[in-house]
């Protein structure tokens, strides 16, 4: 076999990585996708584990604080709706600011965050009991504090208002716990993705210098040219034959 048949047989070599190197660029190609929408369907869920039964027991008692009473006489459902009785206890603005953000966000979207396993409503419902907290407070301190002209409120806190802003503290704790488990998840997930990346990357590169390399070694006239080939000018003018020079006697 001559020399050009050595470059022809090599020649295939070096195309045959080129199928490979695409197939699988293709492979990549069609299955990012669907990983993508699996990992930012995941990375939107969460999973409370044991404290769902902590926080469906917490919206149990904020329920139930709704029944009971909220000042004097007056319940939480009563406040809620501004009925008589909340009137003649002179419910503050504050206590029906935690009535509402208890019923909305402590039992509300507690629940929907339970049910649907979303992030993104357990965050809602975090931002919204730590709020409900905060107005809790403020509504047990005007119940202990005269207001303007010395006007004392006729009850004092109730046991509703009471389990009511325990529930609220409860809630906002675990709901802290559930989505910052769910941020350092995230980041554990970003962190594996930018690793996946980073292999791929090596893997098309190691790609690319294959058929470089293949030509290299199917093709050894390029690397090992024989000494006849260089030009003959680049001998040494000493190499001569004696015979060739002139003689000074003739």
Not at 31 to 54: F, H, N, S, T, W
Request: net charge neutral; with cysteine; charged share 20%.
């Amino acid at each position: 076999m001559t020399m050009s048949d050595g470059a022809q047989a090599g020649t295939p070599a070096s195309g045959d990585s080129q199928p490979s190197r695409a197939e699988v660029n293709a492979g990549f190609a069609q299955y990012e996708d669907e990983l993508r929408k699996a990992e930012r369907k995941v990375a939107g869920e969460i999973d409370p584990g044991a404290r769902a039964l902590v926080v469906a027991i917490a919206v149990l008692v904020a329920m139930l604080s709704l029944v009971l009473p909220h000042a004097g006489s007056a319940s939480g459902l009563e406040v809620l709706t501004f009925a008589p009785d909340a009137a003649a206890e002179r419910i503050s603005i504050t206590s029906k600011v935690f009535v509402y953000l208890l019923t909305i966000f402590g039992i509300g979207f507690s629940m929907l965050a339970l049910v649907t396993r979303r992030w993104v409503i357990a965050w809602i419902a975090l931002c919204g009991n730590a709020i409900a907290c905060v107005a809790g407070m403020l509504a047990w301190w005007t119940r202990n504090t005269v207001g303007v002209n010395d006007i004392q409120p006729p009850s004092g806190v109730g046991v509703g208002l009471m389990l009511g802003w325990v529930a609220a503290l409860v809630l906002t704790f675990h709901w802290a716990r559930v989505v910052w488990a769910r941020s350092s998840y995230q980041l554990a997930l970003e962190e594996e993705r930018r690793k996946d990346a980073a292999a791929r990357d090596a893997h098309a590169l190691s790609l690319h210098h294959k058929p470089t390399a293949r030509r290299t070694e199917s093709d050894p006239a390029a690397s090992d040219k024989p000494a006849s080939d260089k030009p003959a000018s680049d001998k040494p003018a000493s190499d001569k034959p004696a015979s060739d020079k002139p003689e000074s006697g003739d």
